[in-house]
């Protein structure tokens, strides 16, 4: 992109938050495999390029439990990022768990990882699922002080969502890698007949916002400015 074609003034990296989280921790966490990649792929793997301990929590495995666990191990290394399986005793959906249950379990990773920043689902999701994640992150904001923020609901086919970014993420150094994990998903999306184009086109449309050529949006659920 030339600046010609810019169209506003682009964010320069002393106005980002690029080693906030340098040596620190950050959990990522999503209901399902692929939702993290789709989300915030780009994010994600940026943060690990600026030495963050990035760390993957997938909540849940509905079906097909081995080839979407191998799946999810391999987004994970494409991004450089640790995996973690909430619920890692074969398939299961997080509406047969009940939300203490859930909420205790993430309880316990917020105490074993002591995370700097936690990124998880959105309030503005449609898949039920989804909604039992970002619900059952709010009540771990009680044990210990970390930035909370939310990611773009994420799904493979798109619907109209009022979701509005409060900060954004440059994720022009990684959109590669982004939709590298995302193929990685091959059970739900080639084997599917559905192709990923549109998160590039996406995260294009983000970059646009903050003069970049991509971006990941996030909504701010808590954040520590100074
Ligand atoms: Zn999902």
Redesign the pocket.
Known sequence: MTAAMRQILPASPRDGLASRYTNKTVVAI???P??LEIGIGGTLARLRRNGARVVMVVASIPKDYEVRREEAKRGAQILDCELKFLLDDGPKRLEDVKTCELVGMLDDVIRDYEPAAVLTHSAADF?N??LLIYNACLPTQRLRYFDLFSYHP??CRPVPIAFHPKAYVDVSSTIDAKMHSITAHSSQFGERGLDTTMYREFAHVQGRMIGVDYAEGLDVVRMLLA
């Open positions: 999503g209901a399902h692929d939702d898949h699922d989804h994420t799904n």
